[in-house]
């Protein structure tokens, strides 16, 4: 089936730092491409939809500045967080929308990454 | 406003016992609804869906849903539960006419089997 590659599974840096998250589809083109981020005991939300080759569009109260995506490849999405702060610590997913090739279940063609853990100290 | 709501954070239950996991949503018009499922290290699975047509929707693992427009819930459901159920659970949402993939979670709820 097809998979969804999200490294690093957990990092920890230092406040002012900049941390990248890479999501890769690795077994079918990611034409859209989506990060979400999950506080403890709080929903997964929706922080921005990106499509390979333009800009990533944003949800209301997202800072592009900080939270800079870049999908510049059919396979591979990656999310950077700009000087970390120790509010940024959270759970980061990514999910990845195959709408050319392979199917998921019941044909919505939409895959998730195992998530990453980011600590800021 | 609109929102996806699992009131249970947190749900025990003995192996071979049912289950029931809530869902209300808060939306303008029916969204289509979907309820995934996360094991740890393990990216989120979707069980099943709801777009439209027979409001009980049959799932894998055993699992199944019943919409119900009335209540606004779409609720997860299975008769016996076995201890590999034990994961988190979320109930999703896409909204209608919005882009496919584009989904608003509940903030899940964590499923722990007792043997």
């Known amino acids: 089936g097809a998979v969804v590659s999200q490294h690093p599974s957990w990092v920890i840096c230092k406040s002012g730092t900049s941390v990248k998250i890479e999501c890769r589809s690795l077994?079918?083109?990611?034409?859209?491409m989506f990060w979400y981020r999950q506080f403890p005991k709080q929903s997964l939300m929706l922080m921005a939809t990106?499509?390979?080759?333009?800009?990533?569009?944003?949800e209301q109260g997202v800072e592009k500045d900080k939270f800079l995506i870049n999908h510049a490849s059919l396979t591979l999405s990656t999310l950077t967080v700009t000087s970390a702060h120790p509010e940024d610590s959270s759970f980061y997913i990514c999910?990845?929308?195959?709408?050319?090739?392979?199917?998921?279940?019941?044909?919505?063609?939409?895959?998730f990454g195992s998530g990453t853990q980011l600590s800021v100290l | 406003a609109q929102s996806v709501t699992q009131p249970d954070i947190h749900i025990t239950v003995s192996e071979g016992a049912s289950l029931e996991l809530r869902c209300n949503y808060s939306y303008g018009a029916t969204p289509y609804l979907f309820w995934y499922v996360q094991s740890p290290g393990q990216g989120l699975q979707l069980l099943l869906k709801?777009?439209?047509?027979?409001?009980l929707v049959q799932g894998i693992k055993g699992f199944e849903a019943e919409f119900k427009r009335s209540q606004s819930s779409f609720n997860l459901r299975k008769p016996s539960v076995h201890w590999s159920d034990a994961a988190e659970y979320f109930c999703a949402v896409r909204p209608r006419g919005s882009t496919l993939g584009r989904l608003y979670f509940g903030r899940g709820t964590q499923l722990t089997v007792w043997p």
């Open positions: 709801y777009f439209s047509g027979d409001t």
């Open positions: 990106s499509n390979e080759g333009s800009k990533a569009t944003y």
């Open positions: 999910s990845a929308r195959d709408s050319i090739g392979a199917q998921g279940l019941w044909g919505e063609k939409l895959f």
């Open positions: 077994d079918f083109q990611a034409t859209t």
